[in-house]
């Protein structure tokens, strides 16, 4: 029986991985955008929220700051459709990856809808599965700071837990500072690098 001339050799197995992981890696480095709206835009929130609760004369509107998070959805769905459709063909990591994102979204929204019935605990709750999309997408684009960055919103959702709860949206903005925005422009620096 003759062997299939479609199988490849484990040595084309490999550069052919190797090639879609650097395919990825460079989609995603090209989209540290992301990383830096949504960084920017989370750090904000919290921090306003910690201002709003303490130091305004009212805190019963603090929870508006993160009606800033629509407009940084419409951008973010905007700029993923106009990237997608100059990028051509997406490869298997690039659908994982962005469906690792959008899982995590979907895993938050309801804690931040329903954070009432939970006396608005929700921060450690959400940095836990934004570590857990963080420290996978680390691992797709082999890019260690995004490892860190997933290990650093574990331990800010641990330690939340030990804080009151006005505290716990200083540890989150700074949790996304150093777990977002500082990959974020990693990345960026890597891309004009690159470029």
């Known amino acids: 029986m003759e062997p299939n001339k479609e199988s490849l050799s484990a040595q084309e197995s490999l550069s052919l991985i190797e090639s879609m992981i650097r395919e990825a890696k460079g989609k995603v480095t090209g989209s540290s955008f992301y990383f830096l709206l949504w960084g920017w835009v989370i750090a904000f929130c ?93 691992i797709i684009i082999r890019f260690r700071p995004l490892l860190m960055g997933g290990l650093i919103f574990w331990a800010a959702a641990i330690g939340s837990y030990f804080v009151p709860l006005d505290v716990q949206y200083i540890v989150g903005g700074v949790a996304v500072i150093l777990g977002y925005l500082v990959p974020g422009y990693m990345l960026k620096y890597q891309k004009e690098k690159n470029a």
């Open 46 to 138: 919290n921090f306003g929220m910690y201002f709003m609760l303490n130091f305004s004369e009212w805190p019963q509107y603090a929870p508006m700051v993160w009606f800033l998070t629509f407009p940084a959805w419409i951008i973010t769905m905007i700029k993923g459709k106009n990237q997608s459709q100059l990028a051509g063909a997406n490869t298997h990591l690039d659908r994982i990856n962005m469906w690792l994102w959008i899982s995590m979204a979907i895993t938050i929204t309801p804690i931040w809808i329903f954070g009432e019935k939970i006396n608005w605990m929700v921060t450690p709750l959400i940095l836990m599965p934004v570590g857990a999309a963080t420290f996978v997408c680390g």
